[in-house]
């Protein structure tokens, strides 16, 4: 039986948008073992259903990659995978608009942020990795009597496992160093946010690519993301998402094959603020900090420190600049915070609210759902909080901060690193000693000084501690799609 996966999806404001909702297995769009409904999180309305992976198309599209790799794409040219993957960034380009409504309309975040941030983003990283395929080459060692040379070769068929909060630019991440490695990919999106990959999807086979090189799957991840991650033909997991199911992909990948598995996770990010800082560059940086994406980043600075000298005055001004974010339908224009992403999420973060008014911490403003439809929360700012306190130790992934003063540079520093976490970190000061000193000291992946939530495809991001292990973007990221071979050739007469 064929079934027409094509759909259309007319917006709010008129605009007609078009993908498919099938799996994405060989360059065809296939039937799933069931469907899943995906909600526009504005309205709380079902958008369209897509199909659901399970085992048996999990296999599929793990051997769909697998012969792929071995018949076609390990005998690719590098040069002909980088222009494969300029061609994809090409008509990426071509189709921001539309792809930018899709992300808008599936995910909630204003289209400002993905027409003028995330899509062109996925393009940029592209290019940059496409870049790399003609200059990986390995080193030449001589020993006595040994001549040895290195190979960087492709792992094969890697699994990536993304989440729901930038979702095609996730799958920019993965699919740009998987590719330009020479790797072939099985990328599982969100079961909340499938429809961007799945125009990705055409654009893949439109590009050009040989089929099964990139399948692009949706499916629950407890089903379709577990299977994948005990898959025994698939060498490597790249894995975006909570700690919570890092650890999970981490115990698959122990009991079955011992694949490689790369971690982005959580975090609880501090933002420390000192005595000298520049106080209305760091307002509006720890504003962008904890409520671009309305507070779902990974690196969100959600525990403000700010120093006792200028403790007022920062809250002063914080309340004043915070009151004025434009939260609302996210297809307008000025729009900063949409809805946050599901219901799921939207009781979680109000019971994280709860709890910190429990706890006994002050909600010195918002705490309150906003409208009666979507899931939209008011930007909520927290004070006297305790580091014990569950708003200070877990991530909230909502548009909720809390904001707390330190004495001296030890005491922050103390503070910051009370967590299990890190991503990130912040710190503003005028004083460039200081900076340096105190950016060198933290337990932190990515310090940010005199700015916030600055992310580039060309810059290491990973995790410190329980955020994660090893690094995407940036040359980095190569490594983790390679495995060095060492050839040892005898010279000795
Ligand atoms: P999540 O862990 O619930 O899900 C992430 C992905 O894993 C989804 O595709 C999901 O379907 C899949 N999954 C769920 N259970 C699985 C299982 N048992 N086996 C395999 N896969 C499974 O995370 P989320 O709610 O989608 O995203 C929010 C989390 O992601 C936050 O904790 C956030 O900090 C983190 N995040 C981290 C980064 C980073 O780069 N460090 C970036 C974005 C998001
Ligand atoms: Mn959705």
């Known amino acids: ?16 948008l078009s993908f498919n909702t099938g799996l994405f ?6 039937e799933g073992a069931g469907t899943i409904d995906v909600i526009n999180p504005t309205n709380g309305e079902k958008i369209c259903a897509v199909q659901a992976a399970e085992e048996a198309q999990v296999n599929a599209a793990v051997d769909a990659a697998d012969k792929a790799y071995r018949e076609v794409w390990s005998k690719t040219s590098a040069r002909e995978r ?32 993905s027409k003028g941030y995330d899509i062109p983003e996925v393009s940029k990283t592209l290019r940059y990795f496409a870049g790399f395929a003609d200059k990986l080459h390995g080193k030449v060692i001589e020993t006595e009597g040994k001549l040895s040379y290195t190979r960087h070769e492709p792992i094969g068929v890697c699994g990536a496992i993304i989440p729901w909060n930038f979702p095609l630019m996730m799958a920019g991440w993965k699919l740009g160093p998987a590719l330009c490695t020479g790797n072939v990919v099985v990328l599982k999106t969100s079961e909340l946010t499938p429809l961007s990959a799945l125009k990705l999807a055409e654009l893949v086979k439109e590009a050009g690519f040989p089929p099964g090189v990139v399948n692009i799957i949706t499916g629950y991840g407890h089903i379709a993301g577990e299977k994948l991650a005990r898959h025994p033909k698939v060498g490597k997991v790249a894995f975006t998402g909570s700690t919570a199911v890092g650890r999970l992909v981490m115990k698959a990948a122990a009991e079955t094959n011992l694949k490689k598995v790369t971690l982005e996770l959580g975090g609880k990010s501090p933002n420390i603020i000192f005595d000298d800082a520049d106080i209305d560059q760091a307002v509006a940086w720890a504003h962008k900090g904890v409520f671009f994406n309305h507070g779902q980043c990974c690196c969100a600075g ?9 403790y007022d005055k920062f809250l002063e001004r914080f309340k004043e600049y915070t009151s004025k974010t434009k939260v609302g339908d996210p297809f307008e224009q000025e729009t900063f915070q949409g809805p946050q992403i599901s219901q799921v999420q939207f009781d979680r973060i109000m019971g994280y609210i709860q709890a910190g008014k429990d706890e006994g911490a002050t909600c010195f403003m918002g705490g309150n759902r906003l409208g009666n439809s979507g899931y939209f929360i008011e930007p909520t700012v927290f004070t006297d909080v305790k580091g014990s306190m569950k708003i200070m130790q877990e991530e909230i992934f909502g548009p909720v901060v809390a904001v707390s003063k330190f004495k001296d540079e030890a005491d922050v520093i103390e503070k910051a690193h009370d967590t299990t976490y ?16 105190v950016a060198n000291k933290l337990e932190a992946g990515t310090v940010w000084v005199n700015c916030y939530n600055e992310l580039d495809y060309n810059t290491p991001f990973g ?14 990221a190569l490594d983790n799609y390679l495995q060095i071979k060492a050839v040892k050739i005898n010279v000795e007469l």
Do not use: C, P, W
């Not at 300029?86 to 071509?94: R, T, V």
């Not at 959600?302 to 200028?310: K, L, M, P, S």
């Not at 710190?427 to 340096?436: C, E």
């Not at 410190?464 to 995407?472: A, T």
């Open 82 to 113: 980088a222009r494969l993957m300029h061609k994809l960034a090409d008509l990426i380009d071509a189709n921001v608009d539309e792809i930018a409504k899709i992300e808008t309309l599936d995910n909630g975040k204003g289209i400002a942020f």
């Open 302 to 310: 959600t525990r403000i420190f700010v120093q006792e000298g200028i």
């Open 25 to 30: 297995i060989n360059n065809e769009f296939v």
């Open 1 to 16: 039986m064929t079934v027409n996966f094509a759909t259309e999806f007319t917006t709010s404001k008129g605009d007609k």
């Open 463 to 476: 995790g410190f501690k329980q955020s994660g292990i090893g690094r995407e973007n940036g040359e980095y």
């Open 422 to 437: 890190g991503l990130a970190a912040a710190v503003f000061t005028q004083n460039i000693t200081r900076a340096v000193t």
